[in-house]
């Protein structure tokens, strides 16, 4: 009688979360180019890999490229291979892959640990700002988030159920974290765990963690690619552990510094449009610990909220005293965020609170700027700023109306259950704004994949690339969207050859004195990176 009742309902929230996933994740993979100098890198690393089916040693244009490990690189060199080409969206396909396997987890820890907040928890996890646009991303901060969270959640199943599978999961995930990103993977889970375990004085889950075949599948999974590139390439411990590592952590190698408390706006952005879910929730869980002292630990009830608030809390302080800064190192923490947003409602739920007039109001106010800001998007990416005219107004008009609508829906008497449907409608109009109007506009003004069609415009063969007076990333996407190395002037490499010269706009008397004899013609202007295109004939 039981399983007639749970598995129709099972069914749906599958298709549901097919169809979100399928859409949040999925859905415009390449709408725009490979942005920044991260993803064409990543991207050029795996198709060479691919290329020379060499599965140990990343490379870039040739040479060994030892800052990240290779399982971003695994995982698109397979998708390369099973997608139609080597494309932006092939690169991407990974993070939504990993995206979506993260979703899958926590549906299916919540239904076995925490039933009835299944549904919640993924669909908030799925809707984050941080997942969405980090599944966009050819980049390894979904691997490792994945990897990472998935670990967590074995563990935190190993210590409920003290089922050894769960820790075999575990570590076997830890492993993947290692080979996304390094050691910052069982770093991190050591530190959550260990504080864990203090605050709920249970010493004796330290031993029981520290699994003899546990530990033996980590090293079986995660050494065998470590002593291989090390093996073939001695310089990969000084120049990976020690100063991509620890150097990037204690010194602004890269430059890349921010303010310590950097991440904690980030974060709160991260989190939309949950974030004033999320600020409850953490308010609520404080004033039970500062109220009830010692006996808020000490009951299992407590011990879940207590795991996310730790596992929320400790990526963002780790990083937040790293001398250098990215968005994406916080992204291991908003699926706890996000599991506290759901424990959270489900809470109200199970004693029947409606929702306040201010909290309703205030939450359509976010959905509101969410939708604004997406709609808005296009403008700043073509100004680099907010410009108010026709589109903005129209834009604040139909934030308002959505804010408006959400907040009544959050008024009515089925609140509650209308909050995690009424949030996801803004999330996918937010989304769908970007792919469709925003999309075209940041294709255009940050993506190499626009300069590069221009040149293969003029030439389908593989000429020769100069650059002069022009960005990194563009030189990176234009050598991915190429598969050849372009060869910037200023470093004194001027081919002798025939070739297409990218540079900045304004530049044509400088480049004729830095080609003396040679023919220089114009080829045509990409106005919106301000570069000129030109043919420069041969020696």
Same mark, same amino acid.
């Given at each position: 009688m039981n399983t007639q009742r749970t598995n129709p309902r099972t069914r749906t929230d599958v298709l549901l979360l097919v169809a979100f996933c399928g859409f949040l994740f999925f859905y415009g993979l390449g709408a725009f180019g490979l942005l920044g100098a991260d993803e064409p890198r990543y991207a050029q690393v795996a198709r060479e890999m691919l290329d020379r089916s060499d599965w140990v040693t990343p490379t870039l244009q040739g040479k060994p490229w030892l800052e990240k490990p290779v399982l971003y690189y695994w995982q698109a060199m397979l998708s390369f291979r099973v997608a139609p080409g080597i494309t932006d969206q092939a690169a991407r396909l990974p993070a939504a892959f990993d995206a979506a396997m993260l979703i899958a987890v926590i549906y299916f820890f919540l239904r076995r640990f925490r039933p009835g907040s299944e549904l919640d928890g993924a669909l908030i996890t799925a809707?984050?700002?941080?997942?969405?646009?980090?599944?966009?991303?050819?980049?390894?901060?979904?691997?490792?988030?994945?990897?990472?969270?998935?670990?967590?959640?074995?563990?935190?199943?190993?210590?409920?159920?003290?089922?050894?599978?769960?820790?075999?999961?575990?570590?076997?995930?830890?492993?993947?974290?290692?080979?996304?990103?390094?050691?910052?993977?069982p770093a991190l889970s050591a530190v959550i765990i260990f504080f864990f375990v203090a605050v709920k004085r249970d010493w004796?889950?330290?031993?029981?963690?520290?699994?003899?075949?546990?530990?033996?599948?980590?090293?079986?999974?995660?050494?065998?690619?470590?002593?291989?590139?090390?093996?073939?390439?001695?310089?990969?411990?000084?120049?990976?552990?020690?100063?991509?590592?620890?150097?990037?952590?204690?010194?602004?190698?890269?430059?890349?510094?921010?303010?310590?408390?950097?991440?904690?706006?980030?974060?709160?952005?991260?989190?939309?449009?949950?974030?004033?879910?999320?600020i409850l929730a953490v308010a609520e869980r404080a004033r039970l610990i500062w109220s009830e002292g010692k006996e808020a630990f000490s009951s299992s009830e407590d011990s879940w909220p207590l795991f996310l608030l730790i596992w929320m809390l400790v990526p963002i302080l780790f990083f937040s005293a790293s001398q250098s800064k990215l968005p994406g190192y916080i992204l291991p923490a908003v699926p706890a965020g996000a599991l506290l947003v759901a424990e959270y409602l489900a809470a109200r739920r199970g004693e029947e609170k409606k929702l306040s007039p201010v909290f309703a109001a205030a939450h359509g106010v976010?959905?509101?700027?969410? !939708?604004? #800001?997406?709609? /808005? @998007?296009?403008? *700043? =990416?073509?100004?680099?700023?907010?410009?108010?005219?026709?589109?903005?107004?129209?834009?604040?008009?139909?934030?308002?109306?959505?804010?408006?609508?959400?907040?009544?829906?959050?008024?009515?008497?089925?609140?509650?259950?209308?909050?995690?449907?009424?949030?996801?409608?803004?999330?996918?109009?937010?989304?769908?704004?970007?792919?469709?109007?925003?999309?075209?506009? !940041?294709? #255009?003004?940050? /993506? @190499?994949?626009? *300069? =590069?069609?221009?040149?293969?415009a003029f030439s389908r063969e593989p000429v020769p690339i100069a650059l002069y007076h022009i960005n990194r990333v563009q030189e990176y996407g234009l050598e991915f969207y190429l598969n050849r190395p372009a060869q910037p002037y200023e470093s004194g490499n001027v081919p002798a050859a025939a070739h297409v010269l990218v540079a900045a706009q304004g530049t044509q008397s400088q480049v004729a004195q830095l080609v003396p004899g040679r023919r220089v013609s114009y080829l045509t202007s990409i106005p919106a990176q301000k570069l000129e295109l030109y043919w420069v004939g041969k020696e």
């Open positions: 809707s984050c700002a941080a997942v969405v646009g980090f599944a966009h991303a050819a980049a390894t901060d979904m691997p490792l988030a994945t990897a990472f969270a998935i670990a967590l959640l074995a563990w935190y199943a190993w210590y409920e159920s003290r089922r050894h599978i769960y820790l075999a999961v575990f570590y076997i995930f830890l492993a993947l974290g290692t080979l996304a990103k390094g050691p910052v993977a004796r889950a330290i031993p029981r963690t520290l699994w003899i075949p546990g530990i033996v599948l980590y090293l079986a999974a995660m050494l065998p690619w470590y002593i291989a590139v090390q093996m073939r390439h001695p310089e990969f411990f000084r120049f990976f552990i020690l100063e991509h590592n620890l150097a990037r952590f204690s010194q602004d190698v890269y430059h890349h510094r921010q303010p310590f408390w950097f991440y904690l706006p980030v974060f709160l952005l991260a989190m939309m449009p949950w974030t004033l879910v999320l976010v959905c509101g700027l969410l !939708i604004f #800001a997406a709609l /808005s @998007a296009a403008s *700043i =990416a073509l100004n680099h700023h907010l410009l108010w005219g026709t589109g903005t107004y129209v834009a604040a008009a139909s934030a308002g109306v959505f804010a408006l609508g959400i907040t009544a829906a959050l008024l009515s008497r089925a609140g509650l259950r209308l909050m995690r449907p009424a949030t996801m409608i803004a999330v996918v109009v937010s989304v769908a704004a970007i792919i469709r109007l925003a999309a075209p506009v !940041i294709d #255009a003004t940050q /993506s @190499a994949r626009p *300069i =590069a069609e221009s040149i293969q």
